[in-house]
């Protein structure tokens, strides 16, 4: 072996050596770059879980999807069901043999032992205390009857609904999400300044010496051991922590500090107190008026808007601190920051967009990113305030010195879509902007809804789709049958 060859040899060992360490430390605490794309992969499968489940699961609870067995009723008892519900389908008085049939209220197994059925009842809408008296009149001489349903109908009464059920899931995921992002960022910390471990004070029995491999497990059951000291602490120790180490408290981090609080607080309602106020939430949130006991139901609109304020805040703890510890990695920080920002403008969710935007220019050291950035949290700002909020912002923008792509950006935002058509070519043709940018890119929106689109649209190449729909077309416009 050569020297050539046994400095390649040595270098290569190295290089294996260090890919394993940084494989073994990401495995024990993530990255900057691994815990913003978990925090904020996880984050959006929640919504994505949200908006495709919450319809479905809300109709559980319409009064049509909720059943109940009805025992056969005498023939008195059938026609006051009749006269109350307007129709009663499938079921027969006890003098026929037949059992019964559907009812519209929650599902109860058959309680008295008895033929009962399912008995669908509907035509006219009733409320709780009227629908007691029709069964009561319905079932008076079947005092066994009348019991059954008093239990049936307790069942209504004390049934959970699905969609706060799911919900209030959600939101506990939601929230285990964010303190899973918390936990790592304090694991980045203390794995990037080893000095902020103590170092006199006792810290393993000989028993877990001797389990031991080297040093690296000592520290890293220290780390771990740190963690979960700070994360038993809760909101308001996190924030002194954080605080110290970032000199940004958790109301610069979170849009909004006391619903983020308030977030957190409902997870603990919904995981250990069954959704119900507690004494502890009472004292923790400030402007609760409900009393002790009261349930706390979670509707959708109340847990997008907690999933959009535990996004901002999560993301924006990842990436401060990722640029405050390490200082030469702001480049990659403020090009992750816009990628965020980018796919919240692509789903639509202007709030974090906004936040992250304005997080990210502050972190970023190239112009580039700033301006990139700058566009991108425009566009959220206008979907959020009006256009009018920030034209002077936007008309005060000096482009004179930046490339044409930047004309068009303005353009654009401003919505003066004249000269917007007139550059779009002449950058498509020098590859300022691809096609898939045009038919795309949420900053040319509103160009795609207007007319002059049509003549951009004939300059871009045809999509795979787009000759997919033309071959049939063709197929179909030569078939004699068609």
């Known amino acids: 072996m050569n020297a050539e060859e046994s400095i390649k040899q040595g270098s ?67 026609k006051v069901l009749e006269e109350a519900f307007g129709k009663v389908e499938g ?4 003098e026929s043999g037949d059992g019964g049939a559907d009812a519209e209220s929650p599902s109860s197994s058959d309680q008295n032992g008895g033929d009962d059925t399912e008995a669908r009842v509907g035509g006219k809408p009733m409320g709780a205390a009227d629908l007691g008296k029709t069964f009561v009149e319905a079932y008076k001489e079947d005092f066994v009857a009348l019991r059954a349903l008093g239990k049936s109908l307790k069942q209504v009464a004390i049934r959970p609904r699905r969609e706060n059920l799911l919900h209030g899931s959600l939101l506990a995921m939601t929230v285990g999400t964010l303190e899973t992002a918390i936990a790592g960022v304090a694991t980045q910390h203390f794995v990037l300044h080893p000095g902020a471990l103590p170092s006199e004070d006792k810290e393993f029995s000989l028993a877990e010496l001797a389990e031991f491999d080297d040093l690296r497990d000592a520290r890293d059951l220290a780390i771990s051991r740190r963690v979960e000291d700070l994360m038993r602490g809760g909101f308001e120790t996190w924030d002194n922590w954080f605080n110290q180490l970032l000199e940004r408290g958790f109301g610069e981090l979170a849009d909004d500090e006391e619903s983020l609080h308030e977030a957190i607080q409902r997870r603990h309602l919904v995981v250990h107190n069954a959704g119900r106020v507690s004494r502890q939430y009472k004292s923790k949130v400030s402007d609760c008026e409900e009393e002790v006991g009261t349930d706390l139901p979670i509707d959708r609109g109340y847990l997008e808007d907690a999933i959009d304020r535990v996004t901002i805040f999560g993301a924006r703890l990842i990436l401060v601190a990722w640029a405050k510890w390490k200082p030469d990695d702001r480049p990659k920080v403020a090009h992750a920051a816009n990628d965020l920002v980018f796919s919240y403008l692509r789903d639509r969710r202007w709030g974090p967009a906004n936040c992250i935007a304005k997080t990210g220019r502050e972190i970023a050291t190239e112009e580039q990113a700033r301006l990139y950035l700058q566009v991108n949290g425009w566009q959220a700002e206008i979907r959020l305030e009006g256009l009018e909020a920030v034209r002077p912002q936007i008309e005060g923008w000096d482009i004179s010195a930046l490339s044409p792509e930047y004309a068009a950006a303005k353009a654009a935002l401003l919505e003066d879509y004249e000269p917007l058509f007139e550059l779009l070519p002449t950058l498509f043709e020098q590859r300022l902007v ?13 160009a795609r809804q207007q007319e002059g689109w049509a003549e951009i649209e004939d300059l871009l190449p045809e999509t795979e789709e787009m000759k997919k729909q033309g071959g049939a077309e063709e197929s179909a416009s030569e078939d004699p049958k068609a």
């Not at 990401?26 to 691994?34: L, M, N, V």
């Not at 079921?91 to 006890?94: A, C, P």
């Not at 038919?439 to 929106?445: I, K, S, Y």
């Open 434 to 446: 691809k096609a898939e940018h045009l038919r795309e890119w949420p900053l040319f929106e509103g």
């Open 91 to 94: 079921l027969s008085s006890d």
């Open 12 to 78: 290569s060992a190295q290089a294996d050596s260090e890919e394993k360490s940084e494989s073994r430390l990401d495995e024990q605490a993530p990255s900057f770059p691994i815990l913003l794309e978990q925090f904020s992969g996880t984050m959006e499968a929640v919504l994505e879980v949200l908006k495709t489940v919450s319809p479905h699961v809300a109709g559980l609870d319409a009064p049509g999807e909720i059943t109940f067995k009805l025992p056969a009723p005498s023939e008195q008892g059938l």
